[in-house]
C-alpha cells in the first residue's frame, strides 16, 4: 500500500481523496490542514484530520504528500520546504516560472534524497506528455492548445473581485472555426482572439451599475482584454442551478509531415464533469511512480516528462504487455 498524506482540503483536496477510492493499491493516512483541525469535517472515516505543524516535525509516517495548495504563494514555498522531508508533488501551473520551481525542489528532495513531481494534472500533464510525443514523433510540424469549455477558477475569482458583483462563473469557450482549421491540417497562425472567447455569468449586488460591471470585466488585463468576451447577468437561483460543477476540457492538435506534403493530425481530448477531480486522479497516479521511484534509491526533482507510463499503473509489467500493449 502507498501511504498518502493531502496537504490542503479544498477542491482539489477533494478530488485528490476521491482518487485515493478507486486506487486499491493507496491509502490516506491523514489530511494537513493550516485551519484549525478540529474544525474540518472529510470524506473518508478513520482518517486522521491534522494541523500542518505535524509535517514540519519530518517524521510523519507517509510514502507521498500530495501538495493541494495554489500556485501563486503556497506552492512555491510549500513544495521545497516538504521535499526535504518527503517525497512530494503537486500541481504548480505558473508556466514562466515551471524552471525556477523546479530548481527549488530539485535542491532540496535531492538533499533528503526525496523524490518531488511538480506540475501534475492535464495542463500542465497529460497536455504535456501529448505535446511531447508528437514533437518527439513528427519533427516537422505545429502543436496547438485549446482549453474548454470549462470554467476557469481564476478568471471566475477576478470577476468576482470587482466591485458590485456577489458571484460569477467564467467559461472558456475554443473558437470553432479555429478547431477545425487545425484539425483539417491547414497550421493557421491564430492570435489570442480567434482561439478561444469568454463568457461570463454574473450575479450583481441589487442596485448595482451593471454597464460599470461589464466594462471592467471586459477591459480587465491580462483576463479578458485580449479576447471577445460576453457577459450575462443572472439570478443567485440560476447560478447555484446551471453553474454550481467545475467541468473542463479541452484539446491539443499536432499538425505534421512525415515527407513532403505527406500530413497527419495527432488529437488528444479532454471532456471533465470535475476540473478538480480529474486533476486530482493525475496527482494520484504520479504519486505512485514517486514512491516506486524513490524506493528504487531515485531522488530529486522530475516532471512528468520523466517518469516512464509503467511506474504509473497499479499493473505489473506483465499484466501491461498482456492486456494493454
Excluded at 506552492?75 to 516538504?82: A, F, N, S
Aim: charged residues 25%.
Amino acid at each position: 500500500m502507498v501511504k498518502i498524506g493531502i496537504l490542503g482540503y479544498g477542491n482539489l483536496g477533494r478530488g485528490v481523496e476521491a482518487a485515493i477510492k478507486k486506487n486499491s493499491d493507496m491509502q490516506l493516512v491523514a489530511v494537513y490542514t493550516r485551519r484549525d483541525p478540529a474544525a474540518l469535517s472529510i470524506n473518508t472515516e478513520g482518517v486522521a484530520v491534522k494541523s500542518t505543524a505535524a509535517l514540519d516535525t519530518g517524521k510523519e509516517d507517509i510514502d507521498v504528500l500530495v501538495i493541494c495548495g495554489g500556485s501563486a504563494t503556497d506552492l512555491p514555498e510549500m513544495t521545497p520546504k516538504y521535499a526535504a522531508m518527503y517525497n512530494v508533488i503537486d500541481s504548480f501551473d505558473t508556466h514562466a516560472r515551471v524552471p525556477e520551481h523546479f530548481a527549488n525542489v530539485d535542491k532540496a528532495s535531492k538533499a533528503a534524497g526525496k523524490i518531488g513531481i511538480i506540475s501534475c494534472g492535464w495542463d500542465p500533464g497529460m497536455f504535456s506528455v501529448s505535446r511531447v510525443y508528437a514533437h518527439a514523433v513528427l519533427p516537422d510540424g505545429k502543436d496547438y492548445t485549446f482549453w474548454g469549455k470549462g470554467v476557469s477558477q481564476g478568471h471566475s475569482d477576478a470577476v468576482r473581485r470587482i466591485e458590485g458583483v456577489v458571484d460569477a462563473r467564467q467559461y472558456t469557450v475554443p473558437v470553432p472555426a479555429a478547431l477545425e482549421s487545425v484539425r483539417n491540417g491547414e497550421n493557421p497562425t491564430l492570435t489570442t482572439r480567434e482561439k478561444h472567447t469568454r463568457e461570463c455569468f454574473v450575479v450583481a449586488e441589487e442596485g448595482a451599475d451593471l454597464a460599470k460591471i461589464e466594462n471592467e470585466i471586459k477591459t480587465m488585463p491580462n483576463y479578458f482584454s485580449d479576447y471577445d468576451t460576453t457577459v450575462t447577468f443572472i439570478s443567485a437561483e440560476e447560478m447555484k442551478k446551471n453553474h454550481s460543477g467545475l467541468p473542463h476540457g479541452g484539446s491539443v492538435i499536432y499538425s505534421g509531415e512525415s515527407s513532403d506534403g505527406v500530413k497527419h493530425v495527432i488529437e488528444y481530448s479532454l471532456k471533465l464533469d470535475s476540473n478538480p477531480e480529474f486533476t486530482g486522479s493525475v496527482l494520484v497516479a504520479y504519486a505512485r511512480a514517486a514512491a516506486r521511484l524513490n524506493a528504487e534509491g531515485a531522488s530529486g526533482a522530475k516532471t512528468v516528462f520523466d517518469i516512464a507510463p509503467a511506474y504509473l499503473c497499479a499493473q505489473s509489467g506483465e499484466e501491461l504487455r498482456a492486456h494493454l500493449l
